[in-house]
């Protein structure tokens, strides 16, 4: 998803269902915005790259 992405789907759904962000979200950074969007969750297969704040290098 995009941070674009994760804002339309809040918007749409309001605050009482959660949204998940998946897909790219390889560091800190992206994960973040993604929350700062709207993301009530995240899908990470970087998760202790973005947790330490180091890039991470899975790609799909």
């Known amino acids: 998803a995009t941070v674009e992405d994760v804002k339309l789907m809040r918007e749409m759904v309001g605050s009482e269902i959660g949204v998940k962000a ?7 950074e992206t994960a973040l915005r993604m929350v700062e969007a709207g993301a009530s969750r995240l899908g990470l297969s970087a998760g ?12 799909y």
């Not at 998946?22 to 560091?27: K, L, M, Q, T």
């Not at 202790?48 to 790609?59: D, I, K, L, P, Y």
């Open 22 to 28: 998946s897909g790219g979200i390889r560091d800190r």
């Open 48 to 59: 202790v790259a973005v947790v330490t704040g180091s890039a991470g290098q899975s790609s």
